[in-house]
């Protein structure tokens, strides 16, 4: 079992960065592929950025260039570094973790992210 906290949502201006945090507890955090989705009303959640344990990230197409996953394995946590900030990034950031062999999978309770003028 992997419990996943997330924090750092908050309202933002166009062009503004945020940070989001994810602190994982309860295995070995190493063993997890950690991920973020997003999720906004009617639609699917998808995939934002992934970062394997060894630190190798890949990022969704909307995303690139602007967003950075990273983790650190020695506190478990993941985090995402959001800049340049637009009205369509806005929408619920969920914390996703993956064990690498047993394919198990964890969300986190979700972080709401909204970008407003």
């Known amino acids: 079992q992997v419990q996943l906290v997330e924090s750092g949502g908050g309202l933002v201006q166009p062009g503004e960065s945020l940070r989001l945090s994810c602190a994982a507890s309860?295995?070995?955090?190493?063993?997890?592929?950690m991920g973020w989705y997003r999720q906004t009303p009617g639609k699917q959640r998808e995939l934002v950025a992934i970062v394997t344990s060894g630190g190798s990230a890949n990022y969704a197409a909307s995303v690139k260039g602007r967003f950075t996953i990273s983790r650190d394995n020695a506190k478990a946590t993941v985090s995402l570094q959001m800049s340049s900030l637009k009205p369509e990034d806005a929408a619920v950031y969920y914390c996703h973790a993956l064990h690498q062999v047993l394919k198990e999978n964890y969300w986190g309770q979700g972080a709401q992210v909204t970008v407003s003028s």
């Open positions: 309860g295995s070995i955090f190493s063993m997890y592929r």
